[in-house]
């Protein structure tokens, strides 16, 4: 069975939103984690915001030293969880979820190939933790207070959900990096 593991970078104060406004720093540590991940997953799965920023982005970098993330997330199928939109035409090997989440991603994580990320989307990370559909989440932990008014992670409102701890470490920069997957 495939894994659906979500890397986020996240403030102190659990923003999760807009981490270009806060975010002032990426360490050698940061790509190493953000590499592997792209090594051990082959699909990815995105919110309506991420899809709608990122299909009028990530198509158009063609050079410079993006271009190799560039060309895994232009090519690799990408699923977009959104009530609102009508079709992910916008972005080649997009496709979107129509009907029961949770029913299209345990049908993903039944068929073949590697892990599938999931690509930003703060909002879809929490819904799919909360249906008990995420297997891992790395959680890039920024020496910031982001405030302002952001969008945190989790609402104040999210149910009491338990997490193991698998590994934490600090990275040359000050972030921690931890990783976490649902409590048995």
């Not at 190939?113 to 999931?118: A, L, N, T, Y």
């Not at 690509?119 to 297997?135: E, H, I, K, R, T």
């Not at 409102?157 to 934490?168: F, G, I």
Request: proline share 4%; no cysteine; charged share 20%.
């Amino acid at each position: 069975m495939r894994k659906v593991v979500s890397a986020l970078f996240i403030s102190l104060d659990g923003v999760a939103q807009s981490p270009d406004k806060w975010q002032f720093e990426f360490d050698e540590e940061m790509g190493a984690v953000l590499t592997t991940a792209l090594e051990t997953t082959d699909t990815v799965l995105l919110g309506r915001v991420t899809y709608s920023e990122w299909a009028g982005y990530w198509p158009t970098v063609t050079s410079g030293e993006d271009v190799g993330f560039a060309n895994w997330i232009n090519n690799s199928p990408k699923y977009v969880a959104s009530t609102t939109l009508d079709n992910a035409d916008d972005w080649a090997n997009s496709t979107l979820i129509k009907g029961d989440l949770a029913a299209a991603v345990k049908q993903l994580k039944a068929g073949e190939g590697k892990g599938i990320s999931v690509a930003g989307s703060p909002g879809l990370v929490a819904s799919l933790l909360d249906q008990d559909l995420l297997d891992e989440l790395v959680l890039l932990i920024h020496p910031v207070i982001a405030g302002e008014g952001r969008k945190k992670l989790f609402a104040d409102d999210t149910r009491l959900k338990k997490l193991q701890l698998v590994s934490a470490r600090p990275t040359s920069s000050g972030v921690v990096i931890a990783t976490y997957r649902p409590a048995a």
